[in-house]
């Protein structure tokens, strides 16, 4: 039985390689592609954090400076 498994294993062992390296470039196009799905939607997070920070920004900049300020943009309207 052994020497039956050996024959065939080494007859067959340039197709088992064959599918083995078939397996695992498969793999590793699916990873990648996983990984760049992955790393798009980090950026499209980072890209929405970036914005909300510098509308923040924006708002403190056109922000009254102090109470007399803040007590005239009430008065006049432009809050």
């Known amino acids: 039985m ?3 498994l050996t024959n065939w294993f080494s007859s067959n ?3 088992i390689i064959g599918w083995g ?4 470039s498969v793999a590793a196009v699916l990873f990648g ?3 760049s ?4 939607e980090r ?9 909300v920070k510098d509308a923040q920004l924006r708002a403190t900049l056109d922000a009254p400076r102090t109470r ?4 005239k943009r009430l008065r006049d309207g432009k809050f």
Not at 21 to 24: D, S, V
Not at 44 to 49: E, W
């Open 2 to 4: 052994w020497t039956i």
């Open 13 to 15: 062992l340039i197709k």
């Open 21 to 24: 390296a078939i397996a695992a």
């Open 33 to 35: 592609a996983k990984q």
């Open 37 to 40: 799905g992955r790393t798009a």
């Open 43 to 51: 950026y499209d997070q980072l890209k929405k954090i970036v914005e």
């Open 68 to 71: 007399a300020d803040l007590v």
